[in-house]
């Protein structure tokens, strides 16, 4: 697996091809059977994948919170939702968000509101989602921050015999 500080680096190099493969995808593959290819990768990456060691994507992106979470993380804080929107959240485009880089990413890599934390985080990458060709340009995206998705394209690339080919 490519390290966390080069992935960004690497999935550069082959942005090109990544979006040649999204090509060959929508024309040569099967939808659902992506959704399984991506599901079965997801599950077998992730599960012996720290994330402690990584934490790109909680460095990289703009984290947006619901009022509820807002409540929730505010309560296991002790504070109130207004006296945490003030310290912790900043108003973006879409309501509010995580002021950047996240202030619960701790020295030693763990979320300190890893129990609570908000959905968008604990989804990322979606790659265990339905609906993944529709999703392929985040998904190439996300290769540049995420080394696991970084190597389920490079995989993917190799099951649908991509290189071969193109
Ligand atoms: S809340 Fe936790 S998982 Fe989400 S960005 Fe912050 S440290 Fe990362
Ligand atoms: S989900 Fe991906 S980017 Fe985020 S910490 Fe895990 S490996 Fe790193």
Redesign the pocket.
Known sequence: MITPNNVREAALKVEEENHRFRSFLKTHADEEELDQQFLSLHKELFASYDCSKC?N???S?D?SLENEEVST?AAAKGLTPDAFCKQFLSEGLLGYE?KK??????EDG?????FC??S???A?PYTDRPGRMGSLLNIIASAEVCPVVYEMLERLKDTYHFRKQY
């Open positions: 934490r994507c909680c460095r992106y984290v993380i995580m880089p996240c202030p619960f990413l701790r763990q979320c300190e509101v890893e934390k908000p968008e985080c604990a990322y």
